[in-house]
T-cell receptor, first 115, second 112 residues
Framework: GAVVSQHPSWVICKSGTSVKIECRSL??????MFWYRQFPKQSLMLMAT?????????EQGVEKDKFLINHASLTLSTLTVTSAHPEDSSFYIC???????????FGPGTRLTVT | GENVEQHPSTLSVQEGDSAVIKCTYS??????FPWYKQELGKRPQLIID?????GEKKDQRIAVTLNKTAKHFSLHITETQPEDSAVYFC???????????FGSGTKLNVKP
């Protein structure tokens, strides 16, 4: 199956700093990438949808100025958590899809801890 | 947006028994329903999916049924094995937007 990678796998940062997370589709072109947030023992919450070359679409309640998403190419999307606070600590997972209404391939996730 | 509810939150079965997980969705425009399995600390993996033009789909020990009228779909696992133990998520996708809205998850424990 298709492979999606994420980097870094875990990161610890200080409150007030910014953190960038990369999501790459390794063996296919992802027209759409998605960013999810997952709290311990909870479900995946869709944060935003990212289409290559256009602005991301954010779900209601997600601050677009805090969670900056860039989808610069068909194989790379980045999520930047700006001015991170402890409440931003979470597991962030990206997924990628090559065609509409089809399987999404998930990355391994990035665990962010803000101290 | 779409609202997906999933039950039960935890399910414990004896090895060899069947397990059923149920989901309901709110938006009648949803037309794609995948099921993902997530083991602890790992990424979700697709195990089966169904589209709205089909009522049932089976893949070996796993089957999914869809009732569009009632807006609910279910995952059926037969002859459960300890390696089936994981968290299972259902999801619904609307039209061509391809956005997945996930259920709250079911932790399945298969006792040997």
């Amino acid at each position: 199956g298709a492979v999606v990678s994420q980097h870094p796998s875990w990161v610890i940062c200080k409150s007030g700093t910014s953190v960038k997370i990369e999501c790459r589709s390794l063996d296919f072109q992802a027209t759409t990438m998605f960013w999810y947030r997952q709290f311990p023992k909870q479900s995946l919450m869709l944060m935003a949808t990212s289409n290559e070359g256009s602005k991301a679409t954010y779900e209601q309640g997600v601050e677009k100025d805090k969670f900056l998403i860039n989808h610069a190419s068909l194989t790379l999307s980045t999520l930047t958590v700006t001015s991170a606070h402890p409440e931003d600590s979470s597991f962030y997972i990206c997924s990628a899809s090559g065609t509409p209404n089809s399987e999404q391939y998930f990355g391994p996730g990035t665990r962010l801890t803000v101290t | 947006g779409e609202n997906v509810e999933q039950h039960p939150s935890t399910l414990s079965v004896q090895e060899g028994d069947s397990a059923v997980i149920k989901c309901t969705y709110s938006d009648s425009a949803s037309n794609y329903f995948p099921w993902y399995k997530q083991e602890l600390g790992k990424r979700p993996q697709l195990i089966i999916d169904i589209r709205s033009n089909v009522g049932e789909k089976k893949d070996q020990r796993i089957a999914v049924t869809l009732n569009k009228t009632a807006k609910h779909f279910s995952l059926h696992i037969t002859e459960t094995q300890p390696e089936d133990s994981a968290v299972y998520f259902c999801a619904a996708s609307i039209g061509n937007f391809n956005k997945f809205y996930f259920g709250s998850g079911t932790k399945l424990n298969v006792k040997p």
